[in-house]
């Protein structure tokens, strides 16, 4: 059997505590394991889908597939550079913004778990760098066939270095959607480990920083379904705003991944019981 990772040991989990003020649990009843991993393990990447192009929000990066994720000891980081690209998307005179671009000015990273998960409970140790138009981002991404449902356990804007948003999308559909939104200042924020995590039951939704609540909700129907986990570092944008190019590179740093998958519950082993005459 393979030997546990100092995720479980003292260093990690000692450091993770004074990092993040936060205590990553290592089990929880009623629950499985369905993926475990944190810094010093190999990441497998055959659990992911690394995102190409232009793809939300018109956004000004370009997500590269692997060329901005870099493995180390200290976990895997995404990184947001200046770096002309091609777009091979490209149409001249296109109506499309995806497509209307001939080439891009930035480039970043972008991962989405290949697997979903109907009811979950997930924490994410996590590190942001970045200056003015850096938006990172850590999120639930529903398979919206009964509605819009996204879940961000965290975003965070360059311009407000110490400030983290948390945010709930529902709806009929993505253009007729309400929003659940907390916000959490944390001084010394950049570089700093912070544990983002969420929780999914059949009747409830949680969403906290460093295991305070920010977001408690019923689970409506719209969120009644499969999640995928997204983890990317955007730039630019309506909302992020302008890029600082001195600021650049910026990056996001995940230092541990841990999801459970909520168990059925197991029948009841009693035998039926009938009253004789």
């Known amino acids: 059997m393979k030997p546990k990772p100092v995720w479980f040991g003292l260093s990690l989990l000692s450091t993770l505590m004074i990092d993040a003020g936060c205590t990553v649990r290592t089990s929880k009843p009623g629950w499985s394991v369905a993926m475990d991993w944190s810094a010093g393990e190999r990441f497998d990447y055959s659990e992911w889908t690394f995102e190409q192009g232009f793809l939300r929000n018109e956004e000004l990066q370009y997500y590269a ?18 770096e002309q690209v091609a777009n091979p998307d490209y149409r001249k005179g296109a ?28 924490e994410i140790v996590a590190s942001v760098r970045g ?39 529902y709806g009929s559909s993505f253009t007729n959607r309400t929003a659940k939104q907390a916000e959490r200042v944390i ?23 460093d295991n305070e609540p920010m977001i408690t909700m019923d689970r409506t129907r719209p969120l009644q379904q499969p999640f995928n986990l997204v983890i990317n570092l955007a730039l630019g ?8 190019e001195a600021a ?30």
């Open 237 to 244: 944008s309506a909302w992020a705003g302008p890029v600082d």
């Open 95 to 122: 109506p499309n913004w995806r497509q209307v671009r001939a080439d891009g000015k930035y480039t970043s990273a972008s991962l989405v778990s290949k697997k979903s998960w109907q009811n979950l409970s997930i």
């Open 187 to 209: 001084p010394g924020l950049q570089g700093k480990d912070v544990l983002y995590s969420a929780e999914l039951t059949p009747e409830k939704l949680l969403v906290s920083i």
């Open 65 to 82: 597939g692997q060329s901005n994720f870099e493995i180390s000891n200290g976990g895997v980081t995404l990184i947001a550079r200046k």
């Open 248 to 277: 650049l590179p910026a990056t996001m740093t995940i230092k541990a991944i841990r999801i459970w998958e909520r168990q059925p519950p197991e029948p009841d082993s009693r035998e039926d019981v009938t009253a004789s005459d």
């Open 131 to 169: 200056g003015k138009g850096a938006w990172p981002a850590i999120w639930l991404k529903a398979e919206n066939k009964q509605g819009f449902g996204e879940v961000d356990l965290m975003e965070q804007l360059g311009r407000e270095p110490d400030l983290v948003h948390a945010t709930v999308h």
